[in-house]
């Protein structure tokens, strides 16, 4: 099957040789500007016959004010790209103003894990452990060394966090009665991406979070547990880069692959809304550096009237650093519900099974990376 034999190829590149996978496997898109490559890849499988293209955005239905308040460039300097033969797919290179990322990457690691989210750890430890994960772990993360085989600390334990309609990993579906209020800052965020792609009036009503490592990955899946598919599933990446796999409305049908890299944003909708996809590998950024020199830019000290995006402290993102050069996160937001639409009726669940089935989790490398993952968490 391609998924496992790419996933087995994948294995076979160390950090030490990545820049041969890079080299080999690379389509490149570049700016025309910086000739930064964009990161686009063929596939194994697939002719070089996919076309990248440049997808035109709603420039008019976000203004600049509004862009700059969410920490965005003016959309006039955005690039976006799709691919023959994925209608709907939307890759756009980050867009994010200089120092804005790390408000993001901050906010999954302080807030948005803190109760009443819910996140992988509440299944196996008590409530009162999993309160504050940030303050068990900042001093802990902040000495850590280079050795792998320190203990890891329990936001390093972390592998997701639900916020808003809260997604039942057992049942594979959300509920009305497992709610809590979603981020504003975020919602604030999706709402002007999306408007962006011409979808305006989105509302993001649940997000999943996934923390990877480098011996993480994510299986190849679909998602489709929204009850209204019109609307698009908004990704976004920080920290290290990943292998992304965009499939077909088939399980068995081969992927095309990609790069994702820290500040960068894909949207699925449309024909692409229900496609597999998975993330069978994290990657060291290609730039060489332990962080992507785009997370070393400052935040400016002149932030806008009303800009949802706070300043963080030196103490504070030294922690964030510190986790980043062996993480990637990933923010997923989707809209559940169409205007006026209510969940179904359901009987005998109360929408708040928490436990992932083995093959929708973050997969590790091997049998003995998963026991140790599932004794740790």
Same mark, same amino acid.
């Given at each position: 099957?391609?998924?496992?034999?790419?996933?087995?190829?994948?294995?076979?590149?160390?950090?030490?040789?990545?820049?041969?996978?890079?080299?080999?496997?690379?389509?490149?898109?570049? $700016?025309?500007?910086?000739?930064? !490559?964009?990161?686009?890849?063929?596939?194994?499988?697939?002719?070089?016959?996919?076309?990248?293209?440049?997808?035109?955005?709603?420039?008019?239905?976000?203004s600049d004010q509004d862009a700059y308040r969410a920490g965005l460039q003016p959309l006039? /300097?955005?690039?976006?790209?799709?691919?023959?033969?994925?209608?709907?797919?939307?890759?756009?290179?980050? !867009?994010?103003?200089?120092?804005?990322?790390?408000?993001?990457?901050? /906010?999954?690691?302080?807030?948005? !894990?803190?109760?009443?989210?819910?996140?992988?750890? =509440?299944?196996?430890?008590?409530?009162?452990?999993?309160? =504050?994960?940030?303050?068990?772990?900042?001093? /802990?993360?902040?000495?850590?060394?280079?050795?792998?085989?320190?203990?890891?600390?329990?936001?390093?334990?972390?592998?997701?966090?639900?916020?808003?309609?809260?997604?039942?990993?057992?049942?594979?579906?959300?509920?009305?009665?497992?709610?809590?209020?979603?981020?504003? $800052?975020?919602?604030?965020?999706? &709402?002007?991406?999306?408007?962006?792609?011409?979808?305006?009036?989105?509302?993001?009503?649940?997000?999943?979070?996934?923390?990877?490592?480098?011996?993480?990955?994510?299986?190849?899946?679909?998602?489709?547990?929204?009850?209204?598919?019109?609307?698009?599933?908004?990704?976004?990446?920080?920290?290290?880069?990943?292998?992304?796999?965009?499939?077909?409305?088939?399980?068995?049908?081969?992927?095309?692959?990609?790069?994702?890299?820290?500040?960068?944003?894909?949207?699925? @909708?449309?024909?692409?809304?229900?496609?597999?996809?998975?993330?069978?590998?994290?990657?060291?950024?290609?730039?060489?550096?332990?962080? !992507?020199?785009?997370?070393?830019?400052?935040l400016s000290s002149d932030l806008p009237a009303g800009s949802v995006i706070e300043h963080? @402290?030196? &103490? =504070?993102?030294?922690?964030? #650093?510190?986790?980043?050069?062996?993480?990637?996160?990933?923010?997923?937001?989707?809209?559940?519900? #169409?205007?006026?639409?209510?969940?179904? &009726?359901?009987?005998?669940?109360?929408?708040?099974? /928490?436990?992932?089935?083995? $093959?929708?989790?973050?997969?590790?490398?091997?049998?003995?990376?998963?026991?140790?993952?599932?004794?740790?968490?």
């Open positions: 099957m391609w998924y496992s034999e790419f996933t087995e190829f994948l294995q076979s590149f160390t950090s030490d040789n990545c820049g041969h996978f890079i080299t080999v496997l690379l389509l490149y898109v570049t $700016d025309e500007n910086s000739h930064r !490559p964009y990161g686009i890849m063929s596939n194994l499988y697939l002719e070089h016959s996919l076309k990248v293209f440049r997808s035109q955005l709603s420039i008019s239905s976000v006039s /300097q955005w690039k976006a790209y799709g691919l023959n033969g994925y209608p709907g797919f939307i890759f756009i290179p980050n !867009p994010f103003l200089p120092g804005c990322q790390r408000h993001w990457v901050k /906010q999954c690691l302080k807030l948005y !894990p803190q109760k009443p989210n819910v996140c992988n750890l =509440d299944r196996h430890m008590a409530p009162e452990k999993t309160i =504050d994960l940030w303050g068990q772990s900042k001093e /802990q993360l902040r000495r850590k060394g280079s050795s792998r085989w320190e203990p890891r600390s329990l936001l390093e334990k972390l592998r997701w966090v639900t916020l808003g309609y809260h997604y039942n990993w057992d049942t594979k579906k959300y509920s009305a009665n497992h709610h809590t209020p979603f981020p504003s $800052d975020l919602a604030f965020l999706s &709402e002007q991406v999306a408007a962006a792609c011409g979808f305006r009036g989105f509302q993001a009503q649940a997000g999943i979070l996934n923390y990877y490592h480098f011996d993480s990955s994510l299986g190849i899946h679909v998602d489709e547990s929204e009850l209204d598919h019109s609307w698009p599933l908004l990704s976004f990446s920080f920290g290290q880069s990943s292998i992304f796999l965009l499939g077909g409305l088939k399980r068995e049908e081969a992927p095309t692959a990609m790069f994702m890299h820290s500040g960068d944003i894909m949207v699925m @909708s449309g024909f692409s809304r229900l496609l597999y996809h998975a993330v069978p590998r994290v990657l060291p950024n290609p730039e060489g550096t332990a962080l !992507p020199l785009c997370l070393d830019q400052a963080s @402290s030196d &103490e =504070d993102w030294q922690v964030c #650093a510190k986790y980043l050069q062996s993480s990637r996160i990933n923010m997923t937001i989707r809209q559940v519900l #169409a205007e006026g639409q209510k969940f179904p &009726e359901e009987s005998g669940t109360d929408g708040k099974g /928490q436990a992932p089935s083995e $093959d929708s989790q973050h997969q590790e490398n091997s049998r003995a990376k998963r026991l140790k993952l599932n004794t740790e968490s």
